[in-house]
Protein backbone atom coordinates (compact mmCIF):
# COMPACT_ATOMS: atom_id res chain seq x y z
CA UNK A 1 0.00 0.00 0.00
CA UNK A 2 1.58 3.73 -0.62
CA UNK A 3 1.82 5.95 1.97
CA UNK A 4 -0.60 8.53 2.38
CA UNK A 5 0.55 11.54 2.18
CA UNK A 6 -0.32 14.34 4.27
CA UNK A 7 0.63 18.20 3.49
CA UNK A 8 0.94 20.56 6.17
CA UNK A 9 -0.01 24.31 5.17
CA UNK A 10 2.95 25.47 6.58
CA UNK A 11 5.08 29.44 6.80
CA UNK A 12 8.64 29.55 7.37
CA UNK A 13 9.18 32.60 8.97
CA UNK A 14 12.64 34.62 7.68
CA UNK A 15 15.14 35.96 10.68
CA UNK A 16 15.19 39.50 9.58
CA UNK A 17 11.01 39.59 10.06
CA UNK A 18 11.84 39.40 13.84
CA UNK A 19 14.37 41.17 15.07
CA UNK A 20 14.05 40.79 18.67
CA UNK A 21 14.25 36.87 18.35
CA UNK A 22 17.29 34.80 17.42
CA UNK A 23 17.02 33.70 14.13
CA UNK A 24 15.56 29.74 13.29
CA UNK A 25 14.04 28.08 10.32
CA UNK A 26 12.43 26.17 12.74
CA UNK A 27 9.60 29.22 13.49
CA UNK A 28 6.45 27.82 11.39
CA UNK A 29 2.86 29.80 11.30
CA UNK A 30 -0.11 28.06 10.86
CA UNK A 31 -1.34 29.59 7.50
CA UNK A 32 -5.21 29.39 7.85
CA UNK A 33 -4.94 30.76 11.44
CA UNK A 34 -3.16 33.82 9.65
CA UNK A 35 -5.80 34.06 7.35
CA UNK A 36 -8.38 33.81 10.22
CA UNK A 37 -6.33 36.63 12.08
CA UNK A 38 -6.31 39.09 8.85
CA UNK A 39 -9.66 38.10 7.69
CA UNK A 40 -11.08 39.61 11.31
CA UNK A 41 -8.49 42.60 11.26
CA UNK A 42 -9.94 43.47 8.48
CA UNK A 43 -13.81 43.39 9.21
CA UNK A 44 -13.04 45.44 12.40
CA UNK A 45 -11.42 48.33 10.15
CA UNK A 46 -14.76 48.29 7.93
CA UNK A 47 -17.15 48.20 10.46
CA UNK A 48 -14.97 51.19 12.05
CA UNK A 49 -14.77 53.03 8.48
CA UNK A 50 -18.26 52.70 8.03
CA UNK A 51 -19.27 54.36 11.89
CA UNK A 52 -16.77 56.81 11.25
CA UNK A 53 -18.62 57.68 7.69
CA UNK A 54 -22.07 57.39 9.15
CA UNK A 55 -20.72 59.80 12.22
CA UNK A 56 -18.97 62.21 9.76
CA UNK A 57 -21.67 62.51 6.66
CA UNK A 58 -23.48 65.02 7.87
CA UNK A 59 -20.41 67.43 8.37
CA UNK A 60 -18.83 66.14 5.71
CA UNK A 61 -22.11 66.89 3.17
CA UNK A 62 -22.29 70.18 5.11
CA UNK A 63 -18.22 71.15 3.93
CA UNK A 64 -19.24 69.78 0.58
CA UNK A 65 -22.23 72.04 0.16
CA UNK A 66 -20.10 75.19 2.05
CA UNK A 67 -17.20 74.52 -0.82
CA UNK A 68 -19.51 74.82 -3.50
CA UNK A 69 -20.89 77.91 -2.78
CA UNK A 70 -17.95 79.46 -2.00
CA UNK A 71 -16.59 77.98 -5.76
CA UNK A 72 -20.28 79.37 -7.02
CA UNK A 73 -19.13 83.23 -5.74
CA UNK A 74 -21.89 82.99 -3.05
CA UNK A 75 -21.37 85.36 0.48
CA UNK A 76 -19.81 82.41 2.28
CA UNK A 77 -16.99 82.73 5.62
CA UNK A 78 -13.49 81.57 5.20
CA UNK A 79 -13.21 79.78 8.53
CA UNK A 80 -15.98 78.37 10.45
CA UNK A 81 -15.56 77.30 13.91
CA UNK A 82 -16.94 73.73 15.84
CA UNK A 83 -19.93 75.69 17.06
CA UNK A 84 -21.23 77.28 13.58
CA UNK A 85 -20.62 73.78 12.23
CA UNK A 86 -23.27 72.31 14.70
CA UNK A 87 -25.58 75.25 13.72
CA UNK A 88 -25.65 74.92 10.37
CA UNK A 89 -25.96 71.00 11.29
CA UNK A 90 -29.24 72.10 12.80
CA UNK A 91 -31.04 74.06 9.92
CA UNK A 92 -33.68 72.34 8.64
CA UNK A 93 -33.57 73.80 5.50
CA UNK A 94 -31.20 74.79 2.47
CA UNK A 95 -32.19 78.53 2.63
CA UNK A 96 -31.44 78.68 6.21
CA UNK A 97 -27.85 77.18 6.13
CA UNK A 98 -27.60 80.12 3.45
CA UNK A 99 -28.70 82.88 5.45
CA UNK A 100 -27.14 81.62 8.28
CA UNK A 101 -23.55 81.29 6.23
CA UNK A 102 -24.15 85.10 5.11
CA UNK A 103 -24.63 85.79 8.19
CA UNK A 104 -21.13 84.70 8.86
CA UNK A 105 -19.32 86.05 6.26
CA UNK A 106 -20.57 89.49 6.57
CA UNK A 107 -19.69 89.17 10.40
CA UNK A 108 -16.30 87.85 8.93
CA UNK A 109 -15.91 91.07 7.00
CA UNK A 110 -16.73 93.56 9.71
CA UNK A 111 -13.84 92.16 11.89
CA UNK A 112 -11.16 91.90 9.42
CA UNK A 113 -11.93 95.72 8.26
CA UNK A 114 -11.96 97.01 11.80
CA UNK A 115 -8.81 94.97 12.15
CA UNK A 116 -7.58 97.07 9.04
CA UNK A 117 -8.84 100.05 10.77
CA UNK A 118 -6.80 99.19 14.07
CA UNK A 119 -3.43 98.90 11.98
CA UNK A 120 -3.70 101.73 9.94
CA UNK A 121 -4.18 103.68 13.47
CA UNK A 122 -1.67 102.23 15.50
CA UNK A 123 0.48 102.76 12.23
CA UNK A 124 -0.68 106.83 12.19
CA UNK A 125 0.10 106.42 15.83
CA UNK A 126 3.69 105.84 15.25
CA UNK A 127 3.95 108.23 12.58
CA UNK A 128 2.83 110.92 14.65
CA UNK A 129 4.85 109.96 17.47
CA UNK A 130 8.19 109.90 15.40
CA UNK A 131 7.40 113.13 14.25
CA UNK A 132 6.58 114.85 17.48
CA UNK A 133 10.41 113.29 18.88
CA UNK A 134 12.17 114.67 15.70
CA UNK A 135 10.70 117.95 16.24
CA UNK A 136 11.11 118.15 20.16
CA UNK A 137 14.71 118.47 19.99
CA UNK A 138 15.57 116.05 22.81
CA UNK A 139 13.32 118.89 24.68
CA UNK A 140 10.82 117.62 27.44
CA UNK A 141 7.36 119.22 27.25
CA UNK A 142 6.50 121.05 30.35
CA UNK A 143 3.67 121.17 32.21
CA UNK A 144 2.09 121.67 35.74
CA UNK A 145 -0.68 118.50 34.63
CA UNK A 146 0.74 115.26 35.10
CA UNK A 147 -0.05 112.85 32.42
CA UNK A 148 -3.31 110.47 33.09
CA UNK A 149 -2.59 106.81 31.93
CA UNK A 150 -4.84 104.62 30.69
CA UNK A 151 -4.18 102.21 33.06
CA UNK A 152 -4.88 104.87 35.79
CA UNK A 153 -8.70 105.70 34.18
CA UNK A 154 -9.49 101.85 34.35
CA UNK A 155 -7.96 101.98 38.05
CA UNK A 156 -10.57 105.02 38.72
CA UNK A 157 -13.66 103.24 37.10
CA UNK A 158 -12.76 99.47 38.73
CA UNK A 159 -12.70 101.57 42.21
CA UNK A 160 -16.37 103.05 41.50
CA UNK A 161 -17.59 100.18 40.57
CA UNK A 162 -16.71 98.19 43.77
CA UNK A 163 -17.81 101.12 45.95
CA UNK A 164 -21.43 100.77 44.16
CA UNK A 165 -21.37 97.28 45.37
CA UNK A 166 -21.19 98.31 48.64
CA UNK A 167 -22.90 101.81 48.39
CA UNK A 168 -24.21 101.81 44.95
CA UNK A 169 -27.98 102.07 44.22
CA UNK A 170 -29.06 98.20 43.03
CA UNK A 171 -30.36 97.41 39.59
CA UNK A 172 -31.25 93.85 38.25
CA UNK A 173 -31.60 92.14 35.07
CA UNK A 174 -33.99 89.54 35.17
CA UNK A 175 -32.07 86.73 33.28
CA UNK A 176 -35.09 84.43 32.84
CA UNK A 177 -35.98 84.53 29.39
CA UNK A 178 -33.33 82.27 27.57
CA UNK A 179 -36.35 79.65 26.49
CA UNK A 180 -37.89 82.39 24.56
CA UNK A 181 -35.19 83.35 22.35
CA UNK A 182 -33.24 81.96 19.87
CA UNK A 183 -29.58 81.71 19.76
CA UNK A 184 -28.72 84.84 17.67
CA UNK A 185 -31.63 87.04 19.85
CA UNK A 186 -29.60 85.30 22.92
CA UNK A 187 -26.10 86.37 21.51
CA UNK A 188 -27.08 89.70 21.07
CA UNK A 189 -28.59 90.23 24.27
CA UNK A 190 -24.91 89.18 25.88
CA UNK A 191 -23.43 91.55 23.69
CA UNK A 192 -25.94 94.29 24.62
CA UNK A 193 -25.23 93.56 28.84
CA UNK A 194 -21.66 93.54 27.68
CA UNK A 195 -21.92 97.62 26.96
CA UNK A 196 -24.72 98.58 29.72
CA UNK A 197 -21.79 96.87 32.26
CA UNK A 198 -19.13 99.24 30.51
CA UNK A 199 -21.33 102.13 30.45
CA UNK A 200 -22.09 101.59 33.98
CA UNK A 201 -18.57 101.24 35.33
CA UNK A 202 -17.64 104.75 33.09
CA UNK A 203 -20.86 106.28 35.63
CA UNK A 204 -19.93 108.78 37.75
CA UNK A 205 -22.42 107.10 40.19
CA UNK A 206 -23.09 103.35 39.12
CA UNK A 207 -25.70 100.80 39.99
CA UNK A 208 -24.94 97.59 41.41
CA UNK A 209 -25.81 94.76 38.95
CA UNK A 210 -27.49 91.98 39.94
CA UNK A 211 -27.88 89.38 37.57
CA UNK A 212 -30.56 86.93 39.06
CA UNK A 213 -31.75 83.42 37.39
CA UNK A 214 -28.46 82.94 35.62
CA UNK A 215 -27.23 79.61 36.21
CA UNK A 216 -24.12 77.84 36.12
CA UNK A 217 -23.90 75.80 32.12
CA UNK A 218 -26.90 77.69 31.09
CA UNK A 219 -26.69 79.09 27.64
CA UNK A 220 -26.66 82.43 29.02
CA UNK A 221 -23.64 81.89 31.35
CA UNK A 222 -21.66 79.68 28.46
CA UNK A 223 -22.24 82.82 26.03
CA UNK A 224 -20.37 85.33 29.34
CA UNK A 225 -17.46 83.06 29.99
CA UNK A 226 -16.75 82.95 26.19
CA UNK A 227 -16.80 86.26 25.77
CA UNK A 228 -15.49 87.84 28.65
CA UNK A 229 -13.24 84.89 29.44
CA UNK A 230 -11.16 84.86 32.29
CA UNK A 231 -12.07 88.75 33.27
CA UNK A 232 -15.98 87.31 33.94
CA UNK A 233 -14.70 86.04 37.54
CA UNK A 234 -13.79 89.58 38.08
CA UNK A 235 -16.34 91.47 37.53
CA UNK A 236 -17.76 93.52 39.50
CA UNK A 237 -20.94 93.05 38.88
CA UNK A 238 -23.47 90.04 41.57
CA UNK A 239 -24.56 86.84 39.82
CA UNK A 240 -26.83 84.05 41.58
CA UNK A 241 -29.21 81.35 40.53
CA UNK A 242 -31.64 83.47 43.00
CA UNK A 243 -34.70 85.20 42.11
CA UNK A 244 -34.79 88.61 42.50
CA UNK A 245 -37.87 87.90 45.00
CA UNK A 246 -35.71 86.03 47.48
CA UNK A 247 -33.15 88.81 47.43
CA UNK A 248 -35.15 92.05 47.85
CA UNK A 249 -38.28 92.70 49.69
CA UNK A 250 -41.09 93.03 47.20
CA UNK A 251 -42.13 96.41 48.30
CA UNK A 252 -39.06 98.03 46.73
CA UNK A 253 -38.84 96.08 43.41
CA UNK A 254 -40.38 97.80 40.38
CA UNK A 255 -40.70 95.59 36.93
CA UNK A 256 -39.70 98.46 33.88
CA UNK A 257 -41.37 97.43 30.93
CA UNK A 258 -43.09 98.64 27.91
CA UNK A 259 -46.51 96.84 27.98
CA UNK A 260 -46.95 98.25 32.13
CA UNK A 261 -50.51 100.71 32.16
CA UNK A 262 -48.51 102.73 34.87
CA UNK A 263 -45.86 105.66 33.48
CA UNK A 264 -42.83 106.36 35.29
CA UNK A 265 -43.21 109.67 36.50
CA UNK A 266 -39.78 110.35 38.49
CA UNK A 267 -36.81 108.69 39.43
CA UNK A 268 -36.98 106.65 42.46
CA UNK A 269 -33.32 106.31 44.44
CA UNK A 270 -35.01 103.90 46.79
CA UNK A 271 -36.62 101.50 44.69
CA UNK A 272 -34.99 98.47 42.65
CA UNK A 273 -35.81 98.53 39.05
CA UNK A 274 -36.03 95.52 37.39
CA UNK A 275 -34.90 95.23 33.71
CA UNK A 276 -36.13 92.19 31.43
CA UNK A 277 -32.65 90.49 29.33
CA UNK A 278 -34.31 89.77 26.24
CA UNK A 279 -33.96 90.67 22.52
CA UNK A 280 -36.71 89.75 20.70
CA UNK A 281 -37.05 90.44 17.24
CA UNK A 282 -40.40 89.29 16.68
CA UNK A 283 -41.80 91.49 19.64
CA UNK A 284 -43.36 88.97 21.93
CA UNK A 285 -45.15 91.65 23.88
CA UNK A 286 -46.25 91.16 27.14
CA UNK A 287 -43.61 88.67 28.24
CA UNK A 288 -42.12 90.72 30.90
CA UNK A 289 -45.64 92.10 32.04
CA UNK A 290 -46.63 88.85 32.78
CA UNK A 291 -44.22 87.52 34.60
CA UNK A 292 -44.27 90.84 36.93
CA UNK A 293 -47.60 90.02 37.45
CA UNK A 294 -47.71 86.44 38.18
CA UNK A 295 -44.82 87.75 40.96
CA UNK A 296 -47.50 90.33 41.92
CA UNK A 297 -44.30 93.19 41.31
CA UNK A 298 -44.94 97.02 40.70
CA UNK A 299 -44.74 97.57 37.11
CA UNK A 300 -43.91 100.71 35.40
CA UNK A 301 -42.97 102.44 31.92
CA UNK A 302 -41.01 105.49 30.05
CA UNK A 303 -42.88 108.45 29.22
CA UNK A 304 -41.99 108.17 25.96
CA UNK A 305 -45.17 108.95 24.36
CA UNK A 306 -45.89 112.09 27.21
CA UNK A 307 -42.25 113.25 26.29
CA UNK A 308 -41.73 112.36 22.68
CA UNK A 309 -43.63 112.62 19.23
CA UNK A 310 -43.65 109.12 18.75
CA UNK A 311 -44.06 107.76 15.29
CA UNK A 312 -44.83 104.55 14.17
CA UNK A 313 -43.70 101.35 15.92
CA UNK A 314 -43.14 99.43 19.00
CA UNK A 315 -41.62 101.11 22.27
CA UNK A 316 -39.44 98.45 23.14
CA UNK A 317 -35.68 100.30 23.71
CA UNK A 318 -32.32 97.82 23.93
CA UNK A 319 -30.82 97.50 26.96
CA UNK A 320 -27.44 99.65 26.34
CA UNK A 321 -30.20 102.52 25.82
CA UNK A 322 -32.21 101.80 29.12
CA UNK A 323 -29.18 101.60 31.54
CA UNK A 324 -28.21 105.33 29.62
CA UNK A 325 -31.71 106.55 30.31
CA UNK A 326 -31.41 105.08 34.04
CA UNK A 327 -27.91 106.34 34.73
CA UNK A 328 -29.14 110.07 33.42
CA UNK A 329 -32.43 110.06 35.45
CA UNK A 330 -29.96 108.58 38.16
CA UNK A 331 -27.70 112.18 38.00
CA UNK A 332 -29.62 114.37 36.24
CA UNK A 333 -33.28 113.76 36.90
CA UNK A 334 -34.26 115.59 33.95
CA UNK A 335 -36.04 113.35 31.28
CA UNK A 336 -35.33 115.33 28.29
CA UNK A 337 -31.82 114.70 28.81
CA UNK A 338 -32.46 111.21 29.49
CA UNK A 339 -34.60 110.54 26.31
CA UNK A 340 -31.92 111.87 24.65
CA UNK A 341 -30.52 108.02 23.99
CA UNK A 342 -33.84 107.55 22.46
CA UNK A 343 -33.06 106.83 18.62
CA UNK A 344 -34.54 109.58 16.68
CA UNK A 345 -35.11 107.37 14.05
CA UNK A 346 -38.75 106.65 16.63
CA UNK A 347 -39.94 109.88 17.31
CA UNK A 348 -39.88 113.44 15.73
CA UNK A 349 -38.81 115.59 18.40
CA UNK A 350 -39.69 116.27 21.95
CA UNK A 351 -43.41 117.35 22.90
CA UNK A 352 -43.74 120.97 23.80
CA UNK A 353 -47.01 121.71 25.55
CA UNK A 354 -46.35 125.14 27.38
CA UNK A 355 -48.17 126.63 24.74
CA UNK A 356 -51.43 124.10 24.94
CA UNK A 357 -54.45 125.27 25.50
CA UNK A 358 -56.31 123.04 28.37
CA UNK A 359 -58.73 121.39 25.48
CA UNK A 360 -55.69 120.57 23.60
CA UNK A 361 -54.41 119.01 26.25
CA UNK A 362 -57.70 116.55 27.60
CA UNK A 363 -58.36 116.11 23.71
CA UNK A 364 -54.27 114.68 23.63
CA UNK A 365 -54.81 112.94 27.03
CA UNK A 366 -57.98 110.83 25.70
CA UNK A 367 -55.91 110.10 22.12
CA UNK A 368 -52.96 108.72 24.19
CA UNK A 369 -55.45 106.99 26.58
CA UNK A 370 -57.24 105.01 23.28
CA UNK A 371 -54.19 103.80 22.00
CA UNK A 372 -52.76 102.55 25.24
CA UNK A 373 -56.17 100.55 25.81
CA UNK A 374 -55.55 99.14 21.71
CA UNK A 375 -52.08 98.16 23.04
CA UNK A 376 -52.96 96.79 26.12
CA UNK A 377 -55.77 94.07 24.24
CA UNK A 378 -53.29 93.59 21.45
CA UNK A 379 -50.39 92.48 23.92
CA UNK A 380 -52.44 90.12 25.54
CA UNK A 381 -53.68 88.93 22.42
CA UNK A 382 -50.25 88.64 21.54
CA UNK A 383 -48.64 87.16 24.71
CA UNK A 384 -51.66 84.55 24.48
CA UNK A 385 -50.86 82.96 21.18
CA UNK A 386 -46.83 83.61 21.54
CA UNK A 387 -47.61 81.13 25.24
CA UNK A 388 -49.84 78.54 23.33
CA UNK A 389 -47.26 78.43 20.60
CA UNK A 390 -44.30 78.29 23.10
CA UNK A 391 -46.22 74.65 24.63
CA UNK A 392 -45.16 72.80 21.28
CA UNK A 393 -41.96 74.22 21.06
CA UNK A 394 -38.90 72.98 21.83
CA UNK A 395 -35.38 74.77 23.37
CA UNK A 396 -33.79 75.42 20.35
CA UNK A 397 -30.01 73.98 22.09
CA UNK A 398 -32.04 70.50 23.05
CA UNK A 399 -31.14 67.93 20.84
CA UNK A 400 -33.81 67.23 17.87
CA UNK A 401 -34.88 63.39 17.88
Known amino acids: MPSRVITCRTLVLSAWLNKDSSPSATEKLDLDGWKHVMRSAQQEEATERTSQSEEDSPLAVTRELIEMWRLSGRLVPENISEEDFKTLNECPTKSSIRKYLKFLAIKENRKKADREKKEKRNEANKERMLNAQENARGELENTFLPKFWTRSQDAVYNWRAAQSMIFGQPLVYDMNYENYMSRREM ?48 LFVTVTEKSYVEVFPKDQLVYLTADSPNVMKTFEHDKIYIIGSIVDKSMKTGLSLANAKRLDLATARLPLDRCLQWAEGAKNLTLDQMMRILLTLKDTGNWKEALQFVPQRKHEGFVDTSSWSKQQIDTWKKTKLHEKMAGQRKAHKQFAQNFSRRQTQKNWWEDVS
Open 187 to 234: ENTVKQLMECEGANRRALDPFHLHYCNLKAGDPYHKEFVKRYGEAWDK
